[in-house]
């Protein structure tokens, strides 16, 4: 049934954006859209509703499948053209299947708006041609930046969407959703109570991801696709995948195929080539770029199930602690022909399935605990002046062979800073660490992620994971984890990454990632555990950790829009945790303190 045009409604409720908008002016007329609208891709062909078989979309129950179509890759990476084409249909099915009814920000005696215009036209324009690497862009190459405009004139109103590229089209679809509500009573109709609308955005940082660690625990493709299309949801662009470590080694490597049939925790509990291939590509699709990251020469100790040659000071105990942070100690020997010849083999096998699909890859490098030398017959000591030549030859050899494959390296912040290697200009150096340190690698002259673990690790504060003997319990009391206490949304959203960056150094920082270490975390409670924290994240690393006025960032401004993210996190099936009552949200003004208007 449409809805009555008859007046204009003046309502209090404002469409959030998530993350914010660089220019967000708007209005406050009801605007309805129809399902049946059409979407007009100016420059190319007029997509109409319902898509025909473009793909093969096969519609299946919205609860097996995120967006209710199972879709399949091809073999390349997707073009702009794909990425449109597929935001164009997951805007429909957000706006009208995975939208939600906002009683929780009215009053108690809300009703919805009864009338307004209504959309005629979506027009989606594509400004220049998308550079070949669409897919898989190195930092600062697409401009993600995106016009949106919505139009009231009488009942009639038009939607404009440009974007320099389709990486863009995309970010503004994604804003377009978040203008709208589900009706409670015209089914295929959503509404609007902010028109006339026009936003101009552009992210602040180019790098903006989360690392989700999928080798503690094991994450079905399906729950890791449901995480991909939540980052794209707030924008995010990154998707770092932490996939082999000590305890499993679920990725396959068909040249070696012991690797994951000994080192996987089960048979089943594998990422087989073709749902590599497939997450890869799901990615893409979705304007984020999976970055593959084998941690090495550390946090290898998987490799001992299938090549124990390889591994010097495996899973020793009781005292574990000496030679790793985690058990089953175990790393990579650092003075082997055979460890050598074992990662060409390695990188030889999988690079080239990374390269149509990103432009990185991550070598890994952190917690490499010198002790565990001393029982490396290559090299038998714990001499850094002995150690890090040879860590000097591993990660040279490492690199040349990333770079031959067409991929930059990423490492780990440890790499520059602890082991004080020379790494390649191209290379990205992450840290974790501290604030110091992403000024540090900037003063080296090298780009730099972000991503302190006392604001952006989301698996602290849980307690630990280890168990104590009586004897020591007392003294791990109350069993604390090392990074505690929980780093809540607000922690979070206080994050300034360029605290300690010196001005002249901050084009070095491209950007930083969120992280989620799974020890604690699996398909029961990953959602809650990434979501809406992870948001809170993508909100500092587009739209910056200083508001319009260089202020730090308001809670009271940010807490009714990010709880409005949480509804729609919520409504595209993603379990995001609630952060304060209905009531807070209903009442407007009613949980702040120290807030004088
Ligand atoms: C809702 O309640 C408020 C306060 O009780 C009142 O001012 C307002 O007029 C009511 N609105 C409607 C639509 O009944
Ligand atoms: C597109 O590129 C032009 C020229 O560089 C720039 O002025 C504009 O802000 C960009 N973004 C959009 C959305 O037009
Ligand atoms: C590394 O291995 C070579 C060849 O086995 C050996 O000659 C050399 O002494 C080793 N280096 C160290 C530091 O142990
Ligand atoms: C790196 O340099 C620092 C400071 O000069 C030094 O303390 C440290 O031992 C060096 N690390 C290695 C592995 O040589
Ligand atoms: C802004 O936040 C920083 C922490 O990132 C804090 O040190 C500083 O005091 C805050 N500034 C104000 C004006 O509150």
Not at 3 to 32: E, K, M, R
Not at 224 to 239: G, H, Q, S, V
């Amino acid at each position: 049934m449409k809805p009555h045009i008859l007046q204009l409604i003046f309502a209090s409720c404002t469409a959030a954006i998530w993350p914010a908008p660089v220019v967000y002016d708007h209005g406050n007329h009801v605007v309805w859209v129809s399902n049946r609208v059409a979407f007009n891709w100016v420059g190319a062909t007029t997509i109409p509703y319902p898509q025909p078989s473009l793909y093969n979309w096969k519609p299946i129950h919205p609860y097996q499948h995120y967006f209710g179509w199972e879709f399949y890759p091809r073999n390349e990476a997707p073009t702009g053209r794909d990425m449109i084409e597929y935001a164009i249909q997951s805007t429909k099915t957000t706006l009208f299947s995975r939208n939600f009814v906002p009683w929780k920000f009215h009053p108690r005696n809300w009703t919805e708006p009864i009338s307004g215009a209504c959309v005629s036209e979506v027009n989606i324009q594509l400004l220049g041609e998308d550079p070949e690497d669409i897919a898989k862009p190195l930092a600062g190459q697409i401009d993600e930046s995106y016009r949106l405009t919505l139009t009231k004139n009488g009942e009639d109103s038009k939607v404009q969407i440009s974007a320099n590229s389709s990486l863009g089209i995309l970010r503004g679809l994604t804003s377009f959703t978040q203008l709208f509500f589900a009706s409670e009573k015209h089914d295929g109709w959503v509404y609007t109570t902010s028109a006339p609308v026009e936003i101009y955005d552009a992210p602040t940082f180019e790098h903006r991801g989360v690392n989700l660690d999928v080798s503690r625990h094991y994450f079905e493709p399906s729950d890791i696709k449901r995480t991909i299309d939540a980052l794209a949801y707030n924008k995010l662009n990154r998707f770092h995948l932490h996939i082999t470590d000590s305890q499993s080694w679920p990725l396959v490597i068909p040249a070696l195929p012991s690797l994951s049939i000994n080192g996987a925790y089960r048979p089943n509990q594998v990422y087989s080539p073709e749902v590599f291939k497939d997450l890869q590509y799901y990615a893409s699709l979705h304007g984020v770029e999976l970055i593959t990251e084998i941690d090495m020469p550390g946090h290898t100790s998987s490799i001992a199930h299938s090549h124990p040659d390889l591994i010097a000071a495996f899973d020793r105990q009781p005292d574990w602690d000496t030679y790793a942070a985690e058990p089953p100690s175990g790393t990579l020997k650092l003075n082997s022909t055979a460890v050598d010849e074992f990662l060409q083999t390695l990188l030889d096998d999988l690079l080239p399935r990374v390269f149509p699909y990103s432009s990185y890859f991550h070598t890994g490098g952190d917690e490499v605990n010198k002790n565990a030398y001393r029982l490396d017959d290559t090299v038998q000591s714990s001499d850094p002046a002995v150690l890090q030549p040879l860590m000097q030859k591993f990660i040279d050899r490492n690199h040349n062979q990333v770079r031959k494959a067409g991929l930059t390296p990423i490492v780990w912040e440890e790499m520059l800073l602890d082991w004080n290697l020379t790494l390649g200009k191209d290379v990205i150096v992450q840290s974790w660490q501290s604030d110091e340190a992403v000024a540090r690698i900037t003063a080296k002259g090298h780009k730099a992620l972000f991503g302190n673990y006392k604001y952006w690790y989301l698996d602290c504060g849980k307690g630990q994971w280890l168990n104590f003997d009586p004897s020591v319990s007392a003294t791990h009391y109350p069993y604390q984890d090392y990074c505690a206490p929980f780093h809540n949304w607000r922690l979070i959203y206080s994050y300034d990454p360029l605290a300690l960056v010196p001005r002249e150094n901050h084009h070095l920082v491209v950007g930083g990632e969120a992280h989620l270490w799974a020890e604690q975390t699996d398909a029961t409670n990953v959602d809650r555990m990434l979501w809406p924290r992870a948001a809170a994240a993508a909100e500092i690393l587009w739209s910056g950790a200083k508001d319009a006025q260089g202020r730090n960032r308001s809670q009271i401004e940010a807490a009714p829009r990010l709880s409005e993210m949480r509804e729609r996190l919520v409504a595209r099936g993603v379990g995001a945790e609630p952060i304060q009552m209905p009531y807070c949200t209903m009442e407007g003004m009613g949980c702040q303190l120290g807030y004088t208007p």
